[in-house]
């Protein structure tokens, strides 16, 4: 994988840090336009087995990557802590040989690539790197810089330094996925001037991350019988924006005050129906 989950923990003090800014950086809420029309596109849906992800404690973590042309990337065997992860291509082509088990996620199906194999990927392909610590060579053969959308789980436990990811621990332990099949699903969003996704409640069993690829959005917590509009903290491109459990009657509202389309990438995990869940111990 890209290894840059790195960049993406790093975004996780963001929202944190913002928030006890405010008021200086947040921005009340402008008119939405309940009519605006956002349009959805599925970039893929990809499968992450049982039998590869690490048990708990764990997190889950999304980030983007790229590659510019000539690029290459070495990873020796055992530089991540276990884990399972993947990556959808959005712009670009790379190739990528891994030592342990690899999957190519085609149009036509999936790929079972041998260990030591170079493989390509292409946009809309994912490839999945099923046993993520071993060694691995990325590189960008062509004359336009890559990216991608990547995502997967990582243990949490020492020595792993992975203690941080956009689903946290806590929230990790709690959805209930760990031990399953798992279906995360990537959509593109776009939202245009003066819009808003519908307003809801985050769901700990289906958690959902967001990645701005173009524009800024807003995020606000809309409360109950609040009688001023809700400040909102600003994310801007290639800002990622964690898994927020809300306290009961809240719901979480992500907007568009430019006067340019919004573009998110949205990240969506659920459980498959192909492996038996594995019994956690519920937090207090």
Known sequence: MWRLWLRSIALLVILPMLLGMAPALAQEATPISPSAEITTEVLATVRLPADASPPLP?????????????????????????????????????????????????AAGLEEVPPGTVATVRPGEAVIYVENQAAQVLRNPGDETTQA??????????????????????????SGL???????????????????????????HAPRIFVVAEGVAQWAILAPGRATPPAAVPFRREQAIRFQALREGEQLQLRNDEDRPLVLLQVTVSAGDAATPVATTPLA
């Open 149 to 174: 959308l990547g995502f997967g789980v990582f243990s949490a436990a020492p020595p792993s330094e992975i203690t941080q990811g956009l689903v946290r621990q806590e929230d990790w332990e709690r």
């Open 178 to 204: 760990a031990g399953q099949d798992l279906l995360v699903r990537v959509e593109r969003l776009t939202l245009p001037p003066g819009s808003s996704l519908p307003a809801f409640v985050p769901d700990v």
């Open 58 to 106: 764990a997190v889950f973590d999304v980030w983007l990557g790229s590659l510019v042309p000539g690029e290459e990337l070495r990873f020796e065997t055992g530089a991540a802590p276990p884990s399972i992860a993947a990556d959808v291509m959005l712009v670009g082509e790379y190739t990528v040989r891994s030592e342990g088990r690899l999957q190519v996620q085609h």
